[in-house]
Nanobody, 125 residues
Framework: QVQLVESGGGSVQAGGSLRLSCAASGYIPRTYCMGWFRQAPGKEREGLATIDSDGDTRYADSVKGRFTISKDNAKNTLYLQMNGLKPEDTAMYYC???????????????????WGQGTQVTVSA
């Protein structure tokens, strides 16, 4: 069983930055894929960025060049650095993990089995 706890959300003005963290606990095998997702009210959950156990990353076009995903293996923590935030980035942000995969399957939330409880990000104009 894996537990994920997000933190770092908050309110920021457009153009600002936030850094989200996702602390993982429990059994994490050698191969895995972790990702960041978000869901705005009335919208479907969307994938933003993924990173696999080798450190390869993938980004959605909507955040490419503005968001950076990274991980600290020693701390079992996933990060999302968000720069140049826009009001349309307002959403609940979630981290998720899929275990026992050598590469990330993609940005579809359906491919990830373990989820955190989310952290709210609000960007004002």
């Amino acid at each position: 069983q894996v537990q994920l706890v997000e933190s770092g959300g908050g309110s920021v003005q457009a153009g600002g930055s936030l850094r989200l963290s996702c602390a993982a606990s429990g059994y994490i095998p050698r191969t895995y894929c972790m990702g960041w997702f978000r869901q705005a009210p009335g919208k479907e959950r969307e994938g933003l960025a993924t990173i696999d156990s080798d450190g390869d990353t993938r980004y959605a076009d909507s955040v490419k060049g503005r968001f950076t995903i990274s991980k600290d293996n020693a701390k079992n923590t996933l990060y999302l650095q968000m720069n140049g935030l826009k009001p349309e980035d307002t959403a609940m942000y979630y981290c998720a993990v899929r275990l026992w995969v050598g590469y990330c399957p993609g940005l579809s939330p359906n491919d990830y089995g373990y989820w955190g409880q989310g952290t709210q990000v609000t960007v004002s104009a």
